[in-house]
């Protein structure tokens, strides 16, 4: 939060009308503050602080100050090399080193005005962040196919459903892709527009589960890298959520079987295969570390990760609520 403030002030300073960005979500992220802030003549920490959202925490909702906005005026091109696709909504956050928390910030104009998507650039992507970033959309994916609250008959979340649906499959052909051949620039283009179509279910703004929230704590209290968190936490929480979420994961069993994903990952004779497993094997086929001891968490970390999962709004959302540390107790041990 203090480097973005010391940036909102050097291009206020330099009369800069234009910011372009290239990398991954943090620096995507952190030019999105930099525009809202500049419209709202932010020059100390104090300032910033000020325009920060609430978070309604039984809906996962932000609710936002109330005051008079400005304009947003500063122009934003933004050109991605990771697949967490942070870029396509317009919500942000910010480290506040003070508290060690992250702070919600959300202005429907502060996202960029310009996305560029370059497969050919992306094939320099560390393998790491691309990989791992690309599960983290696919976590997007898989919490949206299996909420149970979604309205399929209203267009607007019936849209988003859809569009999860096609980024599962473009997400998993191009990572299994770009796993064989980092050089298969078709395979960076299948991943990027698989990140852009899991992205919609954050627009429409359908609640994430209990990945994303024990996911953000391992990023505070672990150091966990983001996308690392869904590598190890999506598998297991599906698998727990599986006696709420069957239909929904069966469903998405059967699509990617359909679609030659079960076979490409070896699993076409697995007997009583679940989502869980399949989601398992392809973060192990990618690479992608899979248990918390892989991720550096200590098992003497457990007890504080789950007293803070449930100060996370998105434990609620989970399709089996969250509301005890023994729940997300039993998650942890079951990632190991």
């Known amino acids: 939060m203090d480097d973005l ?10 009369d800069v009308d234009c910011v372009i960005t290239m990398g991954a979500g943090s620096i995507s992220d952190a030019c999105k503050n930099v525009k809202l802030g500049l419209s709202q003549n932010v020059k100390t920490k104090e300032d910033f602080l000020k325009l920060r959202a609430k978070i309604v925490f039984e809906t996962g909702s932000l609710e936002l100050p109330d005051i008079p906005w400005n304009p947003l005026t500063l122009k934003l091109i933004c050109i991605p090399t990771s697949l967490s696709a942070g870029e396509y909504n317009p919500a942000s956050g ?4 003070a508290t060690g928390k992250k702070v919600p910030y959300y202005h429907t104009d502060s996202m960029p005005d310009v996305i560029i998507c370059d497969p050919f650039l992306a094939t320099k992507t560390p393998e790491w962040v691309w990989m791992s970033t690309g599960v983290r959309s696919i976590d997007h994916a898989v919490e949206t196919l299996t ?17 999860a649906k096609e980024a599962l499959l473009l997400l998993m052909e191009g990572l299994i892709l770009s796993k064989e051949d980092p050089h298969n620039v078709g395979a960076r283009e299948l991943c990027q527009r698989g990140g852009w179509k899991a992205s919609l279910a954050i627009v429409r703004k359908v609640p994430m589960g209990a990945s994303h929230a024990i996911g953000h704590i391992l990023g505070y209290v672990g150091g966990v890298a983001h996308g690392h968190t869904s590598c190890v936490c999506m598998p297991a929480v599906q698998r727990y959520n599986y006696k709420v979420t069957s239909k929904q994961q069966d469903e998405i069993r059967d699509l990617l079987v359909s679609k030659g994903i079960v076979r490409r990952l070896g699993l076409e004779d697995e007997k009583d295969l679940q989502c869980w497993k399949i989601l398992l094997a392809f973060i192990k086929f990618i690479g992608m570390p899979s248990t918390l001891t892989e991720v550096g968490v200590k098992r003497e970390q457990y007890q504080k990760i789950a007293e803070m999962t449930l100060t ?16 997300v107790m039993e998650i942890l041990e079951t990632i190991g």
Request: aromatic share 10%.
């Open 5 to 14: 403030v010391e940036i909102i002030n050097t291009v206020r300073d330099l």
């Open 94 to 97: 910010a480290l506040d080193r």
């Open 147 to 163: 909420n149970i609250d979604v309205d399929l008959k209203d267009p607007y979340y019936s849209e988003a459903y859809d569009a």
């Open 312 to 327: 996370d709004f998105w434990s609620r959302t989970n399709a089996i609520p969250l509301t005890t540390e023994e729940q």
